[in-house]
């Protein structure tokens, strides 16, 4: 026996939308895993290191860990426990896609 319930987590797919700071609006790229830590790579014009953002359900999601913008567009978002990086995309239709890695362009 155990006093811990489960609890429902939301994934991170690529394409779905986020909210920054509670008004704009971007989307994910991809997942990421930095360590320990879970996220996700998006614009680095969408938010600035420390930025909080929400999840495409409204959901506290995580906070902008580093951002470059101009020049290179690129950041990425580390995400709280109840977020969970999967390797899918958004893909035509909707439907997944499943990706592996990452290669620099």
Request: a neutral charge.
């Amino acid at each position: 026996m155990s006093a811990d319930r489960p609890r429902a987590l939301y994934a991170i797919r690529g394409g779905d939308a986020f909210f920054i700071d509670g008004s704009a609006r971007c989307y994910v790229g991809f997942s990421v895993t930095k360590g320990d830590r879970q996220g996700f790579a998006t614009a680095g014009h969408c938010g600035q290191a420390g930025a909080r953002t929400t999840g495409f359900n409204r959901a506290d999601q995580g906070t902008f860990q580093a951002s470059v913008f101009p020049g290179q567009d690129m950041s990425w978002v580390g995400v709280n426990s109840d977020w969970t990086a999967t390797p899918a995309v958004k893909g035509e239709g909707g439907q997944d896609v499943q990706t592996a890695g990452s290669v620099r362009a």
